[in-house]
């Protein structure tokens, strides 16, 4: 099955492209965004050296979906999806900071409480606490945004004193990243699903803060299965999830956590297409929607195509 892994584009009125680690974004003459969800598949903040098939038109779809859901809430970049793996949108200043919001004890956030960690980005968290617990409010874990290498937990006195961003802005990020939550945690709850915690991004432009970036996908967000929690809970075992938290446990079990002189384990096509099946599933629990694949032998040159007559019909 044919994956986009790399993008070299070179749309009309571009000025500059950013590579990330999923996603290739175009700048386009500093007025708009032109964002290509591709097949690559990150962890531990390394780009793993496989794509996987579908898994960017996964991503895109599922955030365009979340980014229409909630326009009545916060306001967003999106202007168009002109193609299944690419959303266009206004051009934002980006804040250098992640807001994540946890509503469980699980994760990176329960490895480190694990390890008597007691204040998580100067939030206090209560003894006796078990792994996927419900915090009994969902708690705000920001991060910085790292150019390279790891992003790092910091508080919200700290982005504040040292001007990250201003006290106002992040006030506003703040009201809108529990505004977001509340509204994907009912909209997971009606599909059977909990949204365990999720990480939004925010810029600026003519002064107002919008939602940017992606949403609610297996990428920024993790979700259990409702039915069975709490039994699952009660005894201690694993839960059944759909996120990339499956990725990231293979990884483990194969010696994998993205430190020096560790080697990425091979991804077999079989492993691979596993992967996909599992992000095919998450979009059509939380979507609710039959997942139609866009099979293409030249991905590139569909998407080429298909940005090029949007930033027509947009005159940008």
């Known amino acids: 099955m044919a994956t986009l892994v790399k993008t070299n584009f070179n749309f009309p009125g571009q000025k500059s492209v950013y590579h990330g680690k999923v996603r290739d974004v175009y700048n386009i003459n500093d007025d708009v965004?032109?964002?290509?969800?591709?097949?690559?598949i990150s962890a531990f903040d390394v780009i793993l050296p496989k794509g996987i098939p579908f898994k960017g038109q996964v991503l895109n779809q599922i955030a365009a979906t979340?980014?229409?859901?909630?326009a009545d809430i916060v306001p967003n970049w999106k202007l168009a999806t002109p193609d299944p793996m690419v959303t266009v949108g206004l051009k934002c200043e980006g804040f250098r900071v992640e807001m994540i919001i946890r509503g469980y004890l699980t994760g990176s956030?329960?490895?480190?409480?694990?390890?008597?960690?007691?204040?998580?980005?100067?939030?206090r968290l209560p003894d006796g606490m078990?792994?996927?617990?419900?915090?009994?409010?969902?708690?705000?874990?920001p991060t910085t945004k790292a150019e390279a290498g790891h992003d790092e937990n910091i508080s919200k006195e700290e982005i504040i004193a040292q001007?990250?961003?201003?006290?106002?802005?992040?006030?506003?990020?703040?009201?809108?990243?529990r505004a977001l939550f509340e509204r994907g945690s009912k909209m997971a709850a009606d599909k059977g699903?909990?949204?365990?915690?999720t990480k939004y991004e925010f810029g600026k432009r003519d002064g107002k803060v919008y939602l940017i970036d992606e949403i609610h996908t297996p990428d920024s967000s993790r979700y259990f299965y409702a039915d069975g929690y709490q039994e699952r809970f009660e005894k201690g075992e694993p839960q059944r999830q759909l996120s990339k938290e499956f990725v990231r446990q293979w990884l483990i079990e194969h010696n994998f956590m993205g430190k020096p002189g560790q080697t990425v384990p091979e991804m077999t096509d079989e492993y691979c297409e596993s992967v996909s099946n599992r992000y095919i599933e998450l979009y059509e629990h939380i979507t609710g929607h039959k997942f139609?694949?866009?099979?293409?032998?030249?991905?590139?040159?569909r998407i080429e195509r298909n940005v090029t007559a949007c930033l027509k019909s947009l005159n940008r």
């Not at 078990?130 to 969902?138: G, L, M």
């Not at 139609?292 to 040159?301: L, P, T, W």
């Open 33 to 40: 965004m032109v964002m290509v969800a591709t097949d690559r």
């Open 66 to 70: 979340f980014l229409d859901a909630t």
């Open 109 to 123: 956030a329960w490895r480190e409480y694990a390890a008597g960690c007691r204040e998580l980005c100067g939030v």
């Open 130 to 141: 078990k792994e996927n617990q419900k915090f009994p409010e969902p708690i705000i874990t």
């Open 163 to 177: 001007g990250i961003v201003s006290k106002e802005d992040y006030e506003t990020m703040e009201r809108y990243t």
């Open 193 to 197: 699903l909990i949204l365990v915690d």
């Open 292 to 301: 139609e694949k866009q099979e293409d032998s030249d991905i590139a040159a």
